[in-house]
Structures are given as structure tokens and as C-alpha cells.
């Protein structure tokens, strides 16, 4: 079954949360996560959370909050058991996927080759993230299909984004 959104994004939970149980939209406060989830709504993207505990979860779902994190090679492997399977087929449900979360989250799903599973590289942290993260605010949904298009490595980094100019994209809002 393919989803209305061509774009679906994958972030990885928080560190930051309130102390009550609420959906996983609610439940998790770090900057990042509340900047995608803003990049999800005002582009009508899909996005999933990839949560040290639960795995990967819709949005919606109600869960209590939680202090656990990926921190060692046995934990990327229970991860990957529990992952793999909903995540490839959401592969099959989206033209893009957008992977946007730290290294030990990304190395479960390392497996992964498929030519429509982009992330962004973020060399020095959270900060990096943030940075391509709030320069992805400034396009629509169109714009990021061609950013995506045409990054040939499948990395979403600042420095290539910043080689675009919105002005640029203008004429693809209607073309994609």
C-alpha cells in the first residue's frame, strides 16, 4: 500500500521528555525532534520515530516515558531483529526515505542499500543536524524531491544544500 506523502522521515527519539504517558508526537521534547516534526507538517511528509525502546513507531502511538538509548553492539542487534522487518517494508511504501538520527541508530539499519534511503550527515553533532535540519525549513516538499533527486551519494549534508538557492527551484514545484 503506498502512502499519499512521497517522503516518509525517520528520526530517532529523544533524550528530552515529559514524565507522563502521551503519544510519541507528545512524548519527546529535543530540539531536533521538534524541528522534524515541524518539517513533517508543513510538508505533509509522513514520519515514523525509531525509539531505543519501542523500535520504530507511528507518531500516534501512547507510550510512558523511558531512559534507554542504543549503547553497545547488543543492542544494535535486539534493534535490528525488531527493526528491519517494518522498516523495509515501509521502503516499499515511500519513493524517499529520509533517515534523520545519530550514527548507533543508522548502523541497526545498516543492512540497508536501497537506492530510496537518504540521511543526513552530520560530522560534528546535534548542532550539525539542527543546521540542515532548519535549512530544509526554508523549501517546500518539491524542493527537497529535487534536492533528493539529484544527490547522487544519497547524503543530505549542509554543504550540499546550501549549493541551492530556492529561487532555483521555482519552476519544479509544478514539474514533480
Known amino acids: 500500500m503506498k502512502s499519499n506523502s ?7 527519539c529523544s533524550a528530552k521528555k515529559k514524565s507522563y504517558r502521551t503519544t510519541a508526537a507528545d512524548l519527546y521534547q529535543g530540539q531536533l525532534f521538534k524541528m522534524v516534526k515541524k518539517l513533517s507538517r508543513i510538508n505533509e511528509f509522513d514520519y515514523r520515530i525509531f525509539s531505543a525502546k519501542y523500535g520504530l513507531i507511528k507518531p500516534d502511538k501512547v507510550i510512558k516515558p523511558y531512559e534507554k538509548t542504543i549503547s553497545n553492539k547488543t543492542d544494535i542487534i535486539r ?4 527493526v528491519m522487518p517494518k522498516f ?20 541497526v539499519l545498516k543492512e540497508n542499500k536501497l537506492d530510496n534511503v537518504y540521511y543526513i550527515k552530520a560530522d560534528k553533532g546535534i548542532g ?6 532548519s535549512k530544509l525549513l526554508n523549501y517546500n516538499k518539491y524542493q527537497i ?20 538557492d530556492s529561487s532555483n527551484f521555482t519552476y519544479f514545484n509544478s514539474q514533480i
Open 79 to 82: 534493534l535490528n531483529n525488531r
Open 88 to 107: 523495509l517494508d515501509l521502503t516499499k511504501q515511500y519513493k524517499y526515505i529520509l533517515l534523520i538520527m545519530g550514527s548507533k541508530y543508522r548502523e
Open 6 to 12: 512521497k517522503l516518509l522521515i525517520i528520526t530517532s
Open 145 to 164: 524531491y529535487k534536492i533528493m533527486q539529484i544527490t547522487g551519494d544519497r547524503i543530505i549534508s549542509y554543504k550540499n544544500i546550501q549549493l541551492f
Open 128 to 133: 550539525d543536524y539542527l543546521k540542515v535540519v
